[in-house]
Nanobody
Framework: QVQLVESGGGLVQAGGSLRLSCAAS????????MGWYRQAPGKQRELVAT???????NYADSVKGRFTISRDDAKNTVNLQMESLKPEDTAVYYC?????????WGQGTQVTVSS
């Protein structure tokens, strides 16, 4: 059974930094695209950043230049380095992993940015 476990969320002041990590376990198959999504109260879940098995990255316009996604395939982890955080970045952040066309989700980690 595939499990994704996120860590690294918390409370930070505007302008600060946080690093989210996600560890995947339980898969017999290689992980294709990994990514981070977020959902703010009253809003739909939205893409933050993705990274393919080949290392190609994609970012939401709202985080370009501030967030950096990376992965370590030896450890089955994906990280999100978040810089220059803004109050509008406040949300629950979810890790996602695509394995054989199926998407798995983590339980989410809260990120709160105070003004």
């Amino acid at each position: 059974q595939v499990q994704l476990v996120e860590s690294g969320g918390g409370l930070v002041q505007a302008g600060g930094s946080l690093r989210l990590s996600c560890a995947a376990s339980g898969s017999r198959f290689s992980i294709n695209t990994m990514g981070w999504y977020r959902q703010a109260p009253g809003k739909q879940r939205e893409l933050v950043a993705t990274i393919t098995s080949g290392g190609a990255t994609n970012y939401a316009d709202s985080v370009k230049g501030r967030f950096t996604i990376s992965r370590d395939d030896a450890k089955n982890t994906v990280n999100l380095q978040m810089e220059s955080l803004k109050p509008e970045d406040t949300a629950v952040y979810y890790c996602n992993a695509e394995i054989r066309s199926y998407h798995y989700w983590g339980q989410g980690t809260q990120v709160t940015v105070s003004s």
